[in-house]
């Protein structure tokens, strides 16, 4: 086990950053999380909105109109007759014009209030919230599982760094390495006791070393922006990281923590319920309803009216002497009347569905088979976390296994090495044999690298499959996310524009 101490002792600062603290960085900072949040607060709104159903709808009414009415009128007539004076009688032509003009304007307003209450409907809204209460709870739980998918990518991110770093500076300890070795090599020549195909080797070794080592800082290069990515801040030091002390102690007991505490399953389980609901709310569209309706109005009238009229009679005789008589007369009337109507009414309406085209029994239909697909997602979900148990159970032991081989090999391998150098300072072994052992020694350091990163990412990986990959169970610090807070301030909400954060 010494060598792996040796391959986990990286140089950590004071202020080095742990795989807690990484977490916790993910956690509070995560795009893809606080996107799943708001998802989930519009989704609280779904109950409000079921809720309105059960509540008054008000509505005020308002009119105003004027009228303006003109209107004239001219008549002309003409009447013969004929009067007698003393025993003479004489025709006469009696003319007559009359014109009448009139005008009047209306003025007209109404106001009223409009007040419908439902009071049964088929207990279609008692179902729709419960419905929609459903809907939030399987939310809650998306977004639980939404939470372990982060968390487990962060720690992902945080172990990839620490392991392309550790092989980055095995990759520089081996060129420093080949590079003692083709200064040696070329020394040995130099005085006759090597030859040229060792140094070549010794170089062609050091240019391959050169290579990987530009490669595994490339690698650094892309896991660090993976990190920065997912955690939203640049890894400085890291800490060596331990798999998660919540990991249940045996496979069996995953699998009946998965069952019962997975997000997923729950989340598909919560589906259900809302699906259920639903069912019952369409064979409530087949349910009469009723209402109870009150409105209030008020309507007031103004008339004001000119009428006037001019008349002209006169009558001349047929002999062009003046008539007996001329009249003329000029007449005016002014009217003013207003009225002010108050109503109110109240009553209650009884609506039975009889036909509707069959399109409420089509939708009964409908909701049914949508429940049958949620029940059969829930099967689906649990075979497919049973399988994320076995794979993440299977992969953790793999590691550990694996980091009980490579620390033998890596022991072995460099007591190989250092007998190959003294055999080869005697003569007995070639470069090219110091070369392969010092390449074993390499190779089996990365392997322990890569599997003690393995261990870790597969640790989390259960916890995931688990559905205790969680804030709570890794005591991570930082403020935590309560989703029911949102969902209570805003479930029973009558009015109001504003979200609760003020926006």
Do not use: C
């Amino acid at each position: 086990m010494a060598t792996a101490g040796v391959l986990l002792a990286v140089p950590v600062s004071v202020h080095a950053e742990s795989l807690q603290g990484a977490l916790a960085k993910a956690y509070a900072n995560s795009q893809q999380l606080n996107a799943a949040r708001a998802a989930l607060r519009a989704t609280d709104e779904n109950v409000t909105q079921a809720r309105a159903s059960l509540r008054p709808f008000i509505s005020g009414t308002g009119s105003a109109a004027a009228t303006r009415l003109n209107s004239s009128s001219d008549s002309t007539s003409r009447v013969r007759g004929s009067n007698t004076i003393s025993g003479v009688t004489n025709p006469i032509i009696q003319n007559s014009i009359q014109s009448t003009d009139s005008n009047s304007t209306l003025l007209s307003a109404t106001v009223g209030i409009q007040v419908t209450q439902t009071l049964f409907d088929g207990f279609q809204t008692p179902n729709n919230i419960s419905a929609a209460q459903a809907q939030v709870r399987a939310s809650q739980y998306n977004l639980s599982n939404e939470v372990q998918t982060t968390l487990f990518n962060a720690a992902s991110a945080y172990m990839n760094v620490l392991r392309d770093r550790q092989i980055a500076s095995l990759r520089r300890q081996n060129l420093s390495f080949l590079s003692e070795q083709v200064r040696a090599s070329r020394a040995r020549f130099e005085v006759g006791e090597g030859t040229r195909t060792d140094v070549s080797q010794a170089e062609s070794q050091e240019a391959l070393a050169t290579a990987l080592l530009n490669s595994a800082l490339a690698q650094i290069a892309q896991s660090e922006a993976n990190y920065f990515e997912i955690i939203g801040d640049a890894p400085r030091d890291l800490e060596p990281a331990r798999v998660p002390a919540a990991v249940p102690a045996s496979v069996t007991a995953a699998y009946d923590l998965s069952q019962r505490e997975h997000p997923a399953i729950r989340a598909t389980l919560a589906a259900v319920d809302a699906a259920a609901f639903q069912v019952k709310s369409a064979e409530g569209a087949l349910l009469p309803t009723v209402e109870l309706q009150a409105s209030v109005q008020n309507q007031y009238q103004d008339v004001d009216g000119n009428q006037s009229s001019n008349s002209i009679n006169t009558g001349t005789s047929s002999n062009g002497l003046p008539g007996v008589n001329t009249t003329r007369s000029f007449q005016q009337t002014l009217s003013d009347q207003s009225s002010n109507e108050l109503s109110a009414t109240i009553g209650a309406q009884l609506t039975v569905p009889i036909y509707q085209g069959g399109r409420a029994s089509s939708v009964v239909r409908q909701q049914k088979e949508v429940l049958g697909q949620r029940r059969i997602e829930v099967d689906g979900t649990r075979d497919q976390v049973r399988a994320a148990v076995a794979t993440s159970w299977a992969e953790l032991q793999a590691a550990r296994a694996n980091i009980t081989g490579y620390n033998a090999q890596v022991r072995a391998a460099q007591l190989a090495l250092n007998g190959v150098i003294e055999e080869r300072n005697v003569g007995q072994r070639t470069t090219l044999d110091v070369l392969n052992a010092q390449a074993d020694v390499i190779t089996a350091r990365i392997l322990l690298a890569g599997s003690q990163r393995d261990e870790v990412v597969a640790g989390y990986a259960v916890l995931s499959a688990v559905g205790r990959l969680s804030p709570e169970f890794l005591k991570l610090g930082g403020k935590r996310y309560d989703p029911n807070d949102h969902y209570i301030e805003v479930e029973d909400k009558w009015f109001g524009l504003r979200t609760p954060d003020g926006r």
